[in-house]
């Protein structure tokens, strides 16, 4: 269980971090502020991807390894949205496959 909250706890943070990464570009692209987005949003991808790489040695099913993985690239492309419309719709998107992933992993630790 430990190791499913947590990597649902990284990429919530990863998908912070992106959208925070966004946003700061968005205002400035050439300023400080977006370097450092940019620099924590690369700190938070590690622990997000180390996170999921425990999952993906513990999950007993391939579907939640699937959905785990497929919530992790999408958080991943969050900085490339084109727009305010497409970083929500995304952002919404990960977020919704990050909740398939929790429904799967509770059947999993019960």
Not at 15 to 24: E, K, L, P, T, V
Not at 61 to 80: E, G
Not at 84 to 98: D, F, H, M, P, Y
């Amino acid at each position: 269980m430990t190791v499913y909250s947590d990597f649902a706890g990284a990429l919530t943070e990863f998908r912070r971090g992106q959208q925070d990464r966004w946003h700061r570009w968005n205002e400035d692209p050439d300023g400080s502020a977006f370097i450092e987005a940019r620099t924590e949003a690369y700190r938070l991808r590690g622990i997000a991807l180390h996170a999921l790489f425990r999952v993906q040695l513990i999950a007993s099913a391939r579907t939640l390894i699937d959905t785990a993985q497929d919530a992790y690239a999408l958080t991943s492309t969050l900085h490339k949205a084109s727009d305010k419309t497409e970083l929500s719709a995304v952002g919404t998107q990960a977020r919704e496959v990050l909740e398939q992933f929790i429904k799967l992993a509770s059947s999993d630790v019960q």
